[in-house]
């Protein structure tokens, strides 16, 4: 599980446009209490869904 800040070093993108992308449900994630966490997977399957709408 990933924080939002760390999801987003990972994809190389600002926390802003993460946080786009999870309210556009591209980046999958759920939250604990207050805490909104990103599955490991869900980086893979954002960079594929990314790759896909480029092409």
């Given at each position: 599980?990933?924080?939002?800040?760390?999801?987003?070093?990972?994809?190389?993108?600002?926390?802003?446009?993460?946080?786009?992308?999870?309210?556009?449900?591209?980046?999958?994630?759920?939250k604990v209490?207050?805490?909104?966490?990103?599955?490991?997977?869900?980086?893979?399957?954002?960079?594929?869904?990314?790759?896909?709408?480029?092409?």
């Amino acid at each position: 599980m990933l924080r939002v800040e760390e999801a987003a070093r990972a994809l190389g993108i600002s926390r802003s446009l993460t946080d786009d992308l999870i309210r556009s449900g591209r980046l999958r994630s759920f939250k604990v209490g207050s805490r909104r966490l990103i599955p490991a997977t869900a980086i893979d399957e954002a960079i594929a869904t990314l790759t896909e709408e480029a092409a």
